[in-house]
Each structure stands twice: as C-alpha cells, then as structure tokens.
C-alpha cells in the first residue's frame, strides 16, 4: 500500500515556449515566466537578469546524411551556397551569428533558404528539400547521428559557438515547484552539452 502524499506547494504549471529571445526575455521581466533557457550571445544588459551559463554549443552544417565543418563550407561556399538551406529566422541567435560570420567574410546568404522559428519542424524540411541547415553537436547525438567517423574530421569556428544557459529575474524568489522545475532542466542540460 503506497502512503497517502500530503499536498505541501502548490502544482507547478509548466509552459515550454519556443520563442525569439527577445520575446522570451520580455517575457521573463513582464512576470510572465519564472525562468527561461536561451542562447546567451548578446544578451541585452538588464539589472533585474540573473544568468546562468549550462554550457557552450558547436555549430556544424548538415544534410540528413553528411555533416560538415563550417570552416570547410566556408572555404567552399560557391559550391554550398548555391544548395537550398533551412536556417532560422532573422533575430535568433544562431541566425544572427551566422549572418555576422558571412558578413564578415563578405559572403552572401544562400539565395534558395527556408527560414524557419523552431528547429523542431526543421529536420523534416531538411529531409523534404535535401537541405543543408544549422546544427548543435548535440542535436546531432539526440537525433542518433554518428558525429564523428574515422573519414571526418570537424573543424569548428569560434564565432559559432554559443553559450546556452537560465536567465532568471534575480529579485524574484521562485516557488519550491519552480525551483524543482528549475533544478531538473538544469541538471538534464548539463548532462546533456
């Protein structure tokens, strides 16, 4: 017989938005959220914001078949650019910084893209166009991909790595199911990059 469990908080009400970070951020200092998990690359400066880095991403160019270094695609952009692609919105973070390493090299975004606000329907795109698209090393190891065999060698780029982490309101205490909530995805995360 399982004993009888006393209600000692209250319930916690879970809402997985995914979103732009300036909507997610706005968000968090309008109340509307406790906490949320972004890309912490050029993070406005908000005194109430606490953060919390998890951990950094590399990002690798795919196919549903191959993966690539983005220094190498970018060493051969002519031949990479002129394939259809599936990236982010303007205004995300791993778009914003993709822009910048283009723009930097005086290199132009594809011209045949599908951009997208939500990697989850993404793979599916990719898979439908035989596209190239952005991806973390992670989503590659949670998608069962073989990142690395013996015939490649993945090169990464500074400027595309992204730190991830929790911007939480700083004088704002969390209820315990929050901060249970909280402590949960953090630790997930950190087992996972």
Known sequence: MLPKLKKTH???????????????????AANHYDFVFVNLADIPVNKRFGIQQLGTEQYVVATTKETFSIP?????????SAGIW?????????RDRFDSVL????????????????????ERMVALADAFTLLPLTMLRDL???IID??????FL??????????????????AAAQYASDFIVNKITRTI
Not at 72 to 80: H, I, P
Not at 105 to 121: A, F, K, Q, T
Not at 158 to 175: A, F, I, N, R
């Open 10 to 28: 209250p319930g916690l009400n879970l809402t997985l938005e995914y979103a732009s970070r300036q909507q997610l951020l706005t968000g968090l």
């Open 72 to 80: 190498d695609v970018l060493e051969r952009w002519d031949e990479f």
């Open 86 to 94: 599936v990236i982010p919105i303007s205004g995300m973070a791993m």
């Open 103 to 122: 723009a930097a090299r005086g290199l132009s975004l594809p011209s045949r893209r599908i951009e997208i606000n939500s990697v989850v329907g993404g």
């Open 144 to 146: 069962g991909r073989d």
């Open 150 to 155: 013996p015939e490649t060698k993945l090169r």
């Open 158 to 175: 500074p400027e595309m790595q992204l730190e991830v982490g929790m911007v939480y309101l700083q004088d704002t205490q969390l209820s």
